[in-house]
C-alpha cells in the first residue's frame, strides 16, 4: 500500500513563493508516475502538474511557466516549487501517484493514490 504525505501549504501574499513536498513510501518509487492535483471550494479536482519516472513532466496552461515539478528517486520524494503565486491559486493541493510510471499522473482518474492534501491559500 501507498502512503503519500504532503507537506509546505500555507498563507502567502499575492506574487510570492510556496513550495510543497510529498513523500511516497510502500512501493517501488521508480515505478510510478507522480503529479499535483488541487481543489478549490466548491470546485472539481484538477490537474497541476505531473512527473513520470524518467523525469518527463508537464504543465496545466494555468500554471506553465510559474510552478516547477521535481522528483527525487533517492529520497522518494516530489517538489512543487510554486512562484508569482495569485489568489486563484488557493486550492487543497494534492500528491498524486499513478502506476503508469511513463505518461500516468495527467487525469485524477487513472490515479492509484492520494497523499491527505495540503492547504494553500493566497491572499491579494
Known amino acids: 500500500q501507498v502512503q503519500l504525505v504532503e507537506s509546505g501549504g500555507g498563507l502567502v501574499q499575492a506574487g510570492g513563493s510556496l513550495r510543497l513536498s510529498c513523500a511516497f513510501s510502500g512501493r517501488t518509487f521508480s515505478n510510478y508516475s507522480m503529479g499535483w492535483f488541487r481543489q478549490a471550494p466548491e470546485k472539481e479536482r484538477v490537474f497541476v502538474a505531473r512527473?513520470?519516472?524518467?523525469?518527463?513532466?508537464y504543465y496545466a496552461d494555468s500554471v506553465r511557466g510559474r510552478f516547477t515539478i521535481s522528483r527525487d528517486n533517492a529520497k522518494n520524494t516530489i517538489d512543487l516549487q510554486m512562484t508569482n503565486l495569485q489568489p486563484e491559486d488557493t486550492a487543497v493541493y494534492y500528491c498524486?501517484?499513478?502506476?503508469?510510471?511513463?505518461?500516468?499522473?495527467?487525469?485524477?482518474?487513472?490515479?492509484?493514490?492520494w497523499g491527505q492534501g495540503t492547504q494553500v491559500t493566497v491572499s491579494s
Open positions: 498524486a501517484a499513478d502506476s503508469n510510471s511513463w505518461t500516468g499522473a495527467r487525469f485524477s482518474r487513472t490515479v492509484d493514490y
Open positions: 512527473i513520470g519516472s524518467g523525469g518527463h513532466t
